[in-house]
């Protein structure tokens, strides 16, 4: 099977990047994933597009070396199933609040006997290879994530999961429910939680990700050891990149 390049880039310690797509179009993933990150990761659960438009998202990343991640909408083992049919070679779950959250997150994602995932061939062996069945529940990353107050206080249970390669942590949504703004990125508050969120996965062995709304964050994120860090979302980006060449010619 086709190696999953952020596992080996997480083992090595070496921090991997991600783009996002969260506008829905397969030529803009393209252009995403042509543009040096390690994967790109196919939004759906705030993108306003279902499954039938990220599957030829997921088949224009993996025309590069990208690897092909997907937000799912739900902790929706349909849903789940279908997006790793389609070739992503790895899930980040939003709302995980619970352990029993993680377990069924995980069982998703995974053949039987660990998981309840159904077999159905599909593109997951077109881009992975014909020894897809085989390796898949070694090879494809289970990210839960981490961003309300529940999550959070229970964030070392979920953590200690089985087979749950690690966390995702949603900073806006969780500065939210600490009576935040969503972009209080800077806010001293949130990043103790994020250092803390850090130290658990670390002491358990499991990866972190996080969502950077700024490059300061993204900057300080890589600084404290992050193993996955997204640099803001297609909208972000070309909003912030039109915003400085029209004020600079202004
Ligand atoms: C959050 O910050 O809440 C996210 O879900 C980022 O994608
Ligand atoms: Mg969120």
Same mark, same amino acid.
């Given at each position: 099977?086709?190696?999953?390049?952020?596992?080996?880039?997480?083992?090595?310690?070496?921090?991997?990047?991600?783009?996002?797509?969260?506008?829905?179009?397969? +030529?803009?993933?393209?252009?995403?994933?042509?543009?040096?990150?390690?994967?790109?990761?196919?939004?759906?659960?705030?993108?306003?597009?279902?499954?039938?438009?990220?599957?030829?998202?997921?088949?224009?990343?993996?025309?590069?070396?990208?690897?092909?991640?997907?937000?799912?909408?739900?902790?929706?083992?349909?849903?789940?199933?279908? +997006?790793?049919?389609?070739?992503?070679?790895?899930?980040?779950?939003?709302?995980?609040?619970?352990?029993?959250?993680?377990?069924?997150?995980?069982?998703?994602?995974?053949?039987?006997?660990?998981?309840?995932?159904?077999?159905?061939?599909?593109?997951?062996?077109?881009?992975?290879?014909?020894?897809?069945?085989?390796?898949?529940?070694?090879?494809?990353?289970?990210?839960?994530?981490?961003?309300?107050?529940?999550?959070?206080?229970?964030?070392?249970?979920?953590?200690?999961?089985?087979?749950?390669?690690?966390?995702?942590?949603?900073?806006?949504?969780?500065?939210?429910?600490?009576?935040?703004?969503?972009?209080?990125?800077?806010?001293?508050?949130?990043?103790?939680?994020?250092?803390?969120?850090?130290?658990?996965?670390?002491?358990?062995?499991?990866?972190?990700?996080?969502?950077?709304?700024?490059?300061?964050?993204?900057?300080?994120?890589?600084?404290?050891?992050?193993?996955?860090?997204?640099?803001?979302?297609?909208?972000?980006?070309?909003?912030?990149?039109?915003?400085?060449?029209?004020?600079?010619?202004?």
């Amino acid at each position: 099977m086709r190696e999953n390049r952020l596992r080996t880039l997480f083992a090595q310690q070496q921090l991997a990047l991600s783009g996002w797509v969260s506008m829905g179009n397969a +030529l803009l993933a393209e252009v995403i994933a042509h543009s040096g990150y390690d994967a790109v990761t196919v939004d759906l659960q705030h993108g306003p597009f279902s499954i039938d438009a990220a599957l030829p998202m997921l088949q224009a990343i993996s025309s590069t070396p990208a690897v092909p991640l997907v937000r799912c909408s739900e902790n929706s083992l349909g849903e789940i199933n279908k +997006l790793l049919d389609a070739g992503a070679y790895g899930v980040i779950c939003p709302l995980i609040n619970t352990a029993a959250d993680a377990e069924r997150f995980v069982r998703a994602c995974h053949y039987s006997p660990r998981g309840g995932r159904s077999y159905g061939p599909a593109r997951g062996f077109l881009y992975g290879g014909a020894d897809y069945f085989t390796h898949a529940n070694a090879t494809l990353l289970t990210l839960a994530m981490i961003e309300t107050r529940e999550g959070y206080a229970n964030a070392e249970a979920i953590l200690q999961t089985p087979d749950l390669d690690g966390i995702f942590i949603g900073p806006s949504d969780l500065a939210i429910e600490l009576g935040l703004a969503p972009d209080a990125y800077d806010d001293v508050r949130l990043n103790e939680a994020i250092d803390h969120l850090l130290a658990l996965a670390r002491k358990l062995g499991k990866y972190v990700g996080i969502f950077a709304g700024t490059m300061e964050m993204a900057q300080r994120m890589k600084g404290i050891g992050m193993d996955l860090v997204v640099p803001g979302t297609d909208i972000q980006q070309i909003k912030a990149e039109g915003a400085r060449r029209v004020s600079a010619l202004r």
